[in-house]
Nanobody, 127 residues
Framework: QVQPVESGGGLVQAGGSLRLSCAAS????????LVWFRQAPGREREFVAAISRNGLNAAYTDSVKGRFTISRDDAKNTVYLQMNSLKPEDTAVYYCAADVARVAGGVSRIQSEYRYWGQGTQVTVSS
C-alpha cells in the first residue's frame, strides 16, 4: 500500500511552467502504475497523464499532449508532472493516484482502477 502526497502547485501566468511532484510512501513503489487527474471547479475529475510500472509507457489526454510530461523516479518513490506552456484552462486541483500494475508496460486512464489517492494540489493559471 502507498500513500501519495502531492506538492508543487501554485499560481503561474499563462505560458509559464510548473512541476508537480507526488511522493508515495512504501517499499514497493516500483510495482505501481501512477496517474495524474485534475478537477476544475464545477467539473468532473478528468484524466491528465499516466505512466506504466516500468516507466516505459505514458499516456496523455489530448489537451496536454506536447505540453505536459509525466515521469517517475523509483529511487525517490516519486512521480512528476512537468507542465509547460500553461493555459488558464489548466487551472484545477491536481491529484496523484497509484495502484499495483499487473502488466509492467500497462497504463490506464480509468479512475476506478486506482485505489490510492493523494489530497491534491491547486494549480492556478492566470491570463
Amino acid at each position: 500500500q502507498v500513500q501519495p502526497v502531492e506538492s508543487g502547485g501554485g499560481l503561474v501566468q499563462a505560458g509559464g511552467s510548473l512541476r508537480l511532484s507526488c511522493a508515495a510512501s512504501g517499499r514497493t513503489f516500483s510495482r505501481y502504475a501512477l496517474v495524474w487527474f485534475r478537477q476544475a471547479p464545477g467539473r468532473e475529475r478528468e484524466f491528465v497523464a499516466a505512466i506504466s510500472r516500468n516507466g516505459l509507457n505514458a499516456a496523455y489526454t489530448d489537451s496536454v499532449k506536447g505540453r505536459f510530461t509525466i515521469s517517475r523516479d523509483d529511487a525517490k518513490n516519486t512521480v512528476y508532472l512537468q507542465m509547460n506552456s500553461l493555459k488558464p484552462e489548466d487551472t484545477a486541483v491536481y491529484y496523484c493516484a497509484a495502484d499495483v500494475a499487473r502488466v509492467a508496460g500497462g497504463v490506464s486512464r480509468i479512475q476506478s482502477e486506482y485505489r490510492y489517492w493523494g489530497q491534491g494540489t491547486q494549480v492556478t493559471v492566470s491570463s
